[in-house]
């Protein structure tokens, strides 16, 4: 037998198999238990995430006749009558599936009404599936308008869009609206094990976890790249096969990346990106992966976090949790998402990269980069805000460094001692409130360095 690619060969034939969408399931039961039929359904969501499989089993509820021959409309379809044997083979001749991208002319729709008006050959319901409905033009809508309001009492329609907001509100008013939501990585990741165990495949959970993340929320995509995966790996699907395949750098190394930012090595860091270049990961992807940890990191500070043991970037995340400051964290992040819309203008992905790198050093909160013009604009003090100093800043050769930098005005906000792994909470010192000048650098090398108890030079 021929190889079929695994979306195909474990597209669920029932709403038992499903996986996600509970709540469109649960709607579709209760309407086919109590027998409370719409005539036009409308499934949104993206690319792989079930339009087409939940299509299907509706049409095979509507049109199974159980395995005696003589059942009716069934939330559990038997899978073995001919309906739903036709239906899975895609050879029933009363299930009809269009795609509106090819075939969006009001001629091709007012052929297919027409023909909706003849009663189904062999079965219960003639259903119509019309996948990516937007793409109709404006007149293929209007011809649609008056049977979609009352179709024959036999016709189903169900209609699949990627994007609703294409769909004319004539239209989606005469619908039944389902919103088919993305699949979390982690229910993709549990569909994919169980996948592999019954392939008789050996899978790493951590590299199903991030090839389900790959996926973006889309199942389909998902099983394409385990496809890959079981290939490319040639047996036993690990994180390191799946990361070399994804051209995915590992989280160790993005989480040694920022710590040479944060020391403020210029060249430790550019020598890591060099690095990732010898070994063609993508640039691209890289800054994606970067700002993904920083949100973990982020994530971490405010609220904490309970790391899954399967989870290969805990412990990066939670030694950057320790080591950044929550502003640090939050432009760092910034940065990467304008490095990511920069990408394409850049002059090729590593001068895009690297310069996010340097704009990370350039902006540093600290200032701790010999020779640098750093920024200087800082909010007024607030009255009641302790002033943390240095106290929480990343470790000891940033504060060496922050030492000796002599741009470094008063500091605004509270420092948050992140997770307690920084140092001592800064002291609470009630401030007079201080005088905002406007950034003078030259001024400002005039200005007293920063004394190791944290007390800021005043303006005055
Ligand atoms: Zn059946």
């Not at 929550?326 to 990269?353: C, H, K, T």
């Amino acid at each position: 037998m021929s190889y079929q690619v695994l979306a195909r060969k474990w597209r669920p034939h029932d709403f038992e198999s499903m996986v996600g969408q509970e709540h469109v399931v649960a709607a579709l039961r209760h309407a086919l238990d109590e027998n409370r039929l719409h005539h036009a359904y409308l499934f949104t969501g993206t690319r792989g995430v079930g339009k087409t499989t939940l299509s299907r089993i509706l049409a095979k509820c509507l049109n199974c006749t159980g395995e005696d021959g003589k059942g009716g409309v069934t939330s559990h379809p038997c899978g073995k009558c001919e309906a739903c044997r036709a239906i899975d083979e895609g050879r029933f001749v009363d299930y009809i599936e269009i795609d509106a991208a090819s075939n969006r002319s009001v001629e091709e729709m007012t052929t297919l009404l027409e023909r909706a008006m003849y009663a189904p050959s062999n079965a219960r319901y003639k259903v119509y599936m019309i996948d990516e409905v937007h793409m109709l033009t404006t007149h293929a809508f209007n011809a649609m308008l008056k049977t979609l309001e009352e179709p024959p009492e036999y016709v189903k329609f169900i209609l699949a869009t990627t994007d609703p907001q294409k769909v004319p509100v004539t239209v989606l008013s005469r619908c039944l609206q389902f919103n088919l939501r993305n699949m979390t990585p982690a229910a993709v990741a549990s569909h994919m094990a169980s996948i592999m165990q019954a392939e008789g495949l050996e899978a790493e959970p951590a590299a199903l976890l991030m090839l389900a993340k790959g996926a973006r929320g889309s199942m389909r995509d998902g099983l394409s790249l385990l496809d890959q995966a079981i290939a490319f790996a040639g047996g036993k699907v690990t994180l390191e096969s799946v990361r070399s395949m994804l051209g995915v750098i590992g989280s160790d190394v993005l989480v040694e990346l920022t710590c040479k930012v944060l020391e403020g090595d210029a060249q430790g860091a550019l020598d890591i990106a060099d690095a990732m270049g010898m070994q063609s990961f993508s640039y691209a992807q890289a800054l994606r992966d970067w700002a993904a940890l920083l949100h973990r990191v982020a994530i971490a500070q405010r609220v904490g976090q309970r790391f899954d043991e399967n989870d290969p970037e805990a412990a990066g995340v939670e030694k950057l949790a320790g080591l950044m400051s929550p502003e640090e964290v939050q432009l760092d992040y910034q940065i990467l998402l304008q490095a990511r819309n920069d990408m394409a203008a850049a002059p090729d992905e590593y001068a895009g990269f690297t310069m996010a790198i340097l704009r990370m050093l350039a902006f540093k909160p600290a200032g701790s980069i010999v020779g640098s013009r750093v920024p200087v604009h800082e909010a007024p003090v607030e009255k009641d805000n302790p002033v943390g100093g240095m106290a929480a800043v990343h470790d000891n050769s940033s504060v060496a460094a922050a030492s000796t930098a002599q741009t470094e005005p008063a500091k605004s906000k509270p420092q948050r001692s992140p997770l307690g792994v920084a140092a001592e909470p800064p002291p609470v010192v009630a401030e007079p409130p201080v005088e905002l000048v406007e950034p003078d650098l030259d001024a400002l090398q005039d200005v007293a360095p920063w004394d190791d108890a944290g007390e800021p030079p005043r303006g005055e």
